[in-house]
């Protein structure tokens, strides 16, 4: 599987993890053949996932084979477009990408609940 990170910063696996899908700087594409396989990582600026870009983030997705995303905050709207083109959504709350990865590898990802949308602008999952 291909899974999208956004990330606030590129300091390879010690990036910090962006806390709004929409708001990244950056963003890893991170390829596992099957969760708590061995892990490759690429990292990339992401011009396309700021807010006001739509969601720019289907042409990366789309363009890259992504089959999921890992996110700490993500909002409705863009819940409901990854859904449509087919792409799964997993919440993480750790801070850097090789804590993320470690995640995958102990296969202790949890999928998203729409009712976790971020509201407003904090880039916080709500409590439900």
Do not use: W
Not at 40 to 69: N, Q, W, Y
Not at 78 to 84: D, G, K, S
Request: net charge neutral; aromatic share 4%.
């Amino acid at each position: 599987m291909r899974y999208l990170v956004p990330l606030e910063s590129n300091q390879g696996l010690r990036s910090k993890i962006s806390a709004h899908f929409g708001r990244a700087q950056f963003y890893a594409i991170v390829s596992c053949e099957k969760l708590g396989a061995e892990a490759k990582v690429e990292i990339r600026s992401a011009p396309g996932l700021m807010h006001g870009g739509g969601c720019g983030a289907t042409d990366i997705i789309k363009s890259f084979g992504i089959d999921a995303v890992i996110v700490k905050g993500i909002g409705i709207r863009a819940i409901q477009i990854l859904r449509e083109i087919g792409v799964k959504i997993y919440k993480t709350s750790s801070e850097t990408l090789d804590q993320v990865i470690e995640e995958l590898r102990d296969e202790k990802i949890m999928a998203i609940d729409d009712r976790e949308a971020c509201k407003g602008s904090r880039g916080e999952l709500s409590a439900g």
